[in-house]
């Protein structure tokens, strides 16, 4: 069992920044594939960003591409998404999810994922 936890939302103006973590309970961190997805009110959760377990292949949704960077530092059991040049749109509650995977592996759907954390909220105010 992991255990995800998000923090760093909040609010922001647009075209301000914020930076999110997730720290994850495992000793075995770098052996996991992980992502970000977020979910607005009254629409399904959506993947966001991904990156492998070794942190050198990451995928981007193409609403966030160019603008939000994933990466990971698997010294720290945690994994980061900065975003930057934010739109109202980003409103959303930010999820991080982990999944035990090969090397080189990137997962972008909410089914592949085996754990999640319980979300961070983030809004950007027009």
């Known amino acids: 069992q992991v255990q995800l936890v998000e923090s760093g939302g909040g609010l922001v103006q647009a075209g301000g920044s914020l930076r999110l973590s997730c720290a994850a309970s495992?000793?075995?961190?770098?052996?996991?594939?992980m992502g970000w997805f977020r979910q607005a009110p009254g629409k399904e959760r959506e993947f966001a960003a991904a990156?492998?377990?070794?942190?050198?292949?990451?995928y981007y949704a193409e609403s966030v591409k160019g603008r939000f960077t994933i990466s990971r530092d698997n010294s720290k059991n945690t994994m980061y998404l900065q975003m930057n040049s934010l739109k109202p749109e980003d409103t959303a509650v930010y999820y991080c999810?982990?999944?035990?995977?090969?090397?080189?592996?990137?997962?972008?759907?909410?089914?592949?994922?085996?754990?999640w954390g319980q979300g961070t909220q983030v809004t950007v105010s027009s």
């Open positions: 495992t000793r075995i961190f770098s052996r996991y594939a």
């Open positions: 999810a982990s999944r035990l995977s090969g090397a080189g592996v990137v997962l972008t759907t909410t089914s592949q994922y085996d754990y």
């Open positions: 990156i492998s377990r070794g942190g050198s292949i990451t």
